[in-house]
């Protein structure tokens, strides 16, 4: 850490930064190409969508590397962005669905931003009795559990998502492993990528009705049944939860269905036959026509 950008000069000089990495490597090792400094930052653009263009990772946001979240972050956008667009450039959807990208996404960036920056001044302490009492505190944290503690990110709380603020809707969702009868491996490696329905086999046949399902295949939703063993069905990929992931994930939310993005974030839950044929309708007007949470909630 330097105290001023004048120190630059003297603290790039070869002889010293070959002194502070001669623990790991000398000069007859490698060879020193170039010396820099590096600033950290905390920006997020003001306008992340204007007309046609958009902005994603660094060109939308800045943060400190304390929480190795930049590039994570920058995927995000791209997770995020990338079916939206694919919905607006197959023409299934009208570009206003681009909008949800920074409703969802910034918040998301702000709050791994304020903890990237939290976590920079608690490490770079450079008072010694400070960091002394920094190190015992988390030496002692360690000591008490053999689990590290985990780090919560925010989940979705608006754009993209089903009207009813149903358990998990804006979560990330579980990713486990299922079997067809012929391939094992994560959900999406076996009935592929893209909109997933996960609905209990009970209530399958709510969907059998007024072509949901046929509704849902022309959307290019995959309806997924989890159970304990693979099965043929005209609508359904039908699977065997191979550790029983779903059913347990399921179970803990209360519900019958959960319709999960392309992302990987739940857009909603049902419980009940009735709710179940009320979120597909709601995930089909989204497809087609990038109806929001707040539109839905302004039309009810």
């Not at 992340?48 to 990772?57: E, F, K, P, S, Y």
């Not at 939860?241 to 019958?256: K, Q």
């Amino acid at each position: 850490m330097l105290d001023s950008a004048g120190d630059f000069g003297t603290e790039s000089d070869p002889i010293r930064v070959w002194k502070r990495v001669a623990a790991y490597l000398g000069p007859d090792d490698a060879d020193l190409i170039r010396v820099a400094t590096y600033t950290f930052r905390s920006l997020i653009a003001h306008e992340w969508r204007r007309g046609g263009v958009l902005l994603a990772g660094d060109a939308a946001h800045q943060m400190p590397p304390f929480l190795g979240q930049g590039m994570c972050s920058g995927f995000r956008d791209a997770q995020n962005l990338a079916f939206k667009l694919d919905l607006v450039l197959r023409g299934t959807a009208p570009d206003r669905i681009l909008d949800t990208y920074q409703t969802e996404r910034e918040p998301h960036v702000r709050a791994v931003t304020e903890k990237g920056i939290e976590l920079g001044h608690l490490q770079t302490l450079r008072d010694p009795e400070r960091a002394a009492e920094r190190d015992r505190t988390l030496l002692a944290r360690r000591a008490e559990s053999a689990a590290p503690e985990p780090m919560r990110f925010p989940d979705l709380a608006d754009g993209l998502l089903a009207r009813g603020a149903g358990a998990g809707r804006g979560h990330l969702s579980v990713q486990g492993v299922v079997d067809d009868g012929t391939h094992r491996d994560r959900l999406d490696q076996v009935v592929g990528a893209g909109f997933h329905l996960l609905v209990d086999e009970g209530h399958l046949a709510a969907l059998e009705h007024g072509r949901l399902l046929d509704d849902l295949a022309e959307a290019g939703v995959r309806v997924v049944v989890p159970g304990e063993r693979a099965a043929d069905h005209g609508g359904a990929a039908v699977v065997r939860d191979v550790d029983g992931t779903y059913r347990a994930w399921m179970a803990e939310l209360g519900c019958s269905a959960v319709a999960v993005r392309p992302d990987f974030y739940v857009y909603g839950t049902a419980r009940g036959s009735d709710a179940v044929a009320g979120l597909v309708a709601e995930l089909l007007d989204a497809i087609r026509g990038g109806v929001t949470a707040r539109d839905a909630g302004a039309d009810a």
